[in-house]
C-alpha cells in the first residue's frame, strides 16, 4: 500500500491521504517522558482530546514523530475515558498487536516508521466505506495506539485490543487488516496477552498468541 505523509519543516504540517473529518469516537493523546527521578504515572501526561481529523493531526504536529524521540519516549492515543495501562478495566482482559522497526537515521529523515505511526492512528479513527467499522466491525475492539522508542535504533507500533467477546477470531481480523493496511511482511506482526506480560519476570518479549 502506497502511503502519503507530507511534512513541511518549515510549516510544521503533516497530511495523510484520505482522512477522514468528525471522528467515530473521541481519542486522548498522551505523552510519556522518561525521567529517572519519576515513576510511570508522574511521568504520564495528558496532552489533548480530539474529536476530528484536523485535531488530530494538530496533536500530531506537536508530539514528537517515531523519528525525533529519545530513549524510553512513548506517545499514547486511546478512546476518551481509558488510561494508557493493563489495569484500566478496559483493557485488563485484552492484547495488542506489535510491530517494530529498525530505526536509521540520517539528518532524522521521516522514515517508514513515521509514515507507519499516523497510518495507524487512521486507520483506528477512520470511518470505514459503507458503515461504522468503529461500531460494528472487528476494529471496534481497538482501545488505543502505544508508540515507544527503545534504545537508539528500534521504534515499537502496538495497537491495544479489549477482550473479545466471541473469542479471537475477530481479534485475527483486526491483525490481518494492520497487516494489509501497513504493508508489513510475514511474521512481522505478534499478538501477546497483556496478561503474559504482567506474568513475565524478564525483558523477554512475551510468549505471542498469534503471529502473521
Known amino acids: 500500500m502506497d502511503f502519503l505523509l507530507a511534512r513541511n519543516t518549515n510549516e510544521n504540517e503533516t497530511e495523510t491521504s484520505e482522512a477522514p473529518g468528525k471522528l467515530i469516537s473521541r481519542w486522548t493523546f498522551w505523552h510519556i517522558d522518561k525521567f529517572k527521578s519519576k515513576n510511570w504515572e508522574q511521568n504520564l501526561a495528558k496532552v489533548g482530546v480530539t474529536t476530528t481529523w484536523d485535531e488530530v493531526q494538530g496533536l500530531i504536529d506537536v508530539l514528537p514523530l517515531p523519528s525525533q524521540m529519545s ?4 506517545v499514547c492515543v486511546f ?7 493493563w489495569e484500566d478495566p478496559a483493557n485488563l ?19 517508514e516508521h513515521d509514515i507507519a505511526w499516523v497510518e495507524t492512528l487512521r486507520l483506528v479513527m477512520a470511518k470505514e466505506e459503507g458503515g461504522l467499522m468503529d461500531l460494528v ?3 471496534r475492539l481497538v482501545n488505543g495506539v502505544v508508540l515507544n522508542r527503545r534504545g537508539r535504533d528500534l521504534v515499537k507500533i502496538s495497537i491495544w485490543l479489549r477482550d473479545p467477546v466471541i473469542g479471537h477470531l475477530e481479534t ?3 491483525g490481518r487488516r494492520i497487516k494489509r493496511e501497513l504493508g508489513l511482511a510475514d511474521g512481522e ?4 496477552q497483556h496478561s503474559a506480560n504482567k ?6 518479549p512475551a510468549p505471542a498468541l498469534h503471529i502473521l
Open 172 to 174: 485475527l481480523e483486526v
Open 199 to 204: 506474568k513475565r519476570n524478564s525483558r523477554a
Open 79 to 85: 478512546k476518551s475515558g481509558i488510561e494508557p495501562k
Open 93 to 111: 482482559n485484552g492484547g495488542r498487536w506489535i510491530v517494530i522497526f529498525k530505526v536509521y537515521p540520517i539528518n532524522n529523515e521521516t522514515g
Open 137 to 139: 466491525g472487528p476494529m
Open 189 to 192: 506482526l505478534r499478538y501477546e
Open 71 to 74: 530513549h524510553g519516549e512513548d
